[in-house]
Nanobody, 118 residues
Framework: QVQLEESGGGSVQAGGSLKLSCAASGYTFSVCGMAWYRQAPGKERELVAAIGSDSTTYYTGSVKGRFTISRDNNKRTLYLQMNSLITEDTAVYYC????????????WGQGTQVTVHS
C-alpha cells in the first residue's frame, strides 16, 4: 500500500534552516506529483509547495525565496529545504501525493513538527 514517511523536523532558531524528507513506497513515485502542506495550531492545513512529475514547482507566497521543494526519483524521496525560517513557519508539516487520478485519492504522511524559536 501507499506509505509516506516524513523526517527531518525539529526545533530551530529564527533565521536557521531545516531540511525535511519524505520517503515514499507502494506506488510508482516518479509518475506522481507531490506536495508539502503544513498546519499550525488553530489554523487550517495549507499548501506550502508542490512539485510535478516533470519537476515543475509551485510555492505559496509566504515561502517563496526561502523554501525549495525537490525530488529524487531514484531514492523515491521528496524534500523541502527550508531557509531563513521565521516563527510563523512553526507547524506540523505533511507530505502528500498529488495524483489522485492515478492513485484514486490523496495520501498523507503522519507529519513532522517544525518549531521556530525567536
Amino acid at each position: 500500500q501507499v506509505q509516506l514517511e516524513e523526517s527531518g523536523g525539529g526545533s530551530v532558531q529564527a533565521g536557521g534552516s531545516l531540511k525535511l524528507s519524505c520517503a515514499a513506497s507502494g506506488y510508482t513515485f516518479s509518475v506522481c506529483g507531490m506536495a508539502w502542506y503544513r498546519q499550525a495550531p488553530g489554523k487550517e492545513r495549507e499548501l506550502v509547495a508542490a512539485i510535478g512529475s516533470d519537476s515543475t514547482t509551485y510555492y505559496t507566497g509566504s515561502v517563496k525565496g526561502r523554501f525549495t521543494i525537490s525530488r529524487d526519483n531514484n531514492k523515491r524521496t521528496l524534500y523541502l529545504q527550508m531557509n531563513s525560517l521565521i516563527t510563523e513557519d512553526t507547524a506540523v508539516y505533511y507530505c502528500a501525493t498529488h495524483c489522485a487520478s492515478t492513485l484514486g485519492k490523496t495520501y498523507w504522511g503522519q507529519g513532522t513538527q517544525v518549531t521556530v524559536h525567536s
